[in-house]
């Protein structure tokens, strides 16, 4: 179960349960049965704006928001954050991107929204430190459950116990 480590014990075992019982998708499609329709770059890039315009007016542009069939959910990264800084002329400008596995195209609209408030809150908040998860909860309020449920979501999908 490496997407649920430093989980409880309690909810760890609650998991391994179902996962044993051959139920943990079926929970989960049962839990989240819509599936979002938010599958190209460019309605990505409109979601993330329109929740950056509401959320996080004042924070440095974005300059792209794209899902990346490159980013390796293995590796624990489930989307990314990133600065790239350029000289042009005498100035020194920082393109700031958002980038999304492509493995999210097809999932529960409340996993691709935990993912996206993720990656926004790190435009104010570069540490995973209790003003980072403030500000993810503050953008949407069931982020720990999305996260926890998203955890589950892969692990599931490993096993093969997700339904179609």
Same mark, same amino acid.
């Given at each position: 179960m490496r997407y649920?480590?430093?989980?409880?014990?309690h909810l760890l075992a609650q998991a391994q349960s179902l996962i044993y019982q051959g139920r943990l998708g079926e929970m &989960?499609? /049962?839990r989240y049965p819509q599936r979002h329709e938010v599958r190209t770059d460019k309605?990505?890039?409109?979601?993330?704006m329109?929740?950056?315009?509401?959320y996080l007016r004042s924070s440095e542009p974005l300059s792209k928001v794209a899902y990346d069939g490159q980013i390796q959910v293995i590796q624990q990264a489930l989307g990314t954050h990133t600065v790239a800084s350029r000289v042009q002329g005498g100035k020194l400008k920082a393109k700031r991107e958002i980038?999304?596995?492509? &493995?999210? /195209?097809d999932t529960p609209p409340e996993f691709l929204q935990m993912i996206v408030v993720h990656e926004l809150a790190h435009l104010k908040e570069k540490a995973h430190d209790k003003a980072f998860y403030a500000l993810c909860c503050h953008m949407e309020p069931a982020y720990h459950q999305y996260e926890f449920d998203l955890r589950l979501w892969l692990t599931?999908?490993?096993i093969g116990q997700l339904t179609a």
């Open positions: 649920l480590g430093g989980y409880p014990p &989960l499609h /049962k309605l990505l890039y409109e979601h993330v329109a929740l950056k315009q509401q980038r999304v596995a492509s &493995l999210f /195209k599931a999908r490993d």
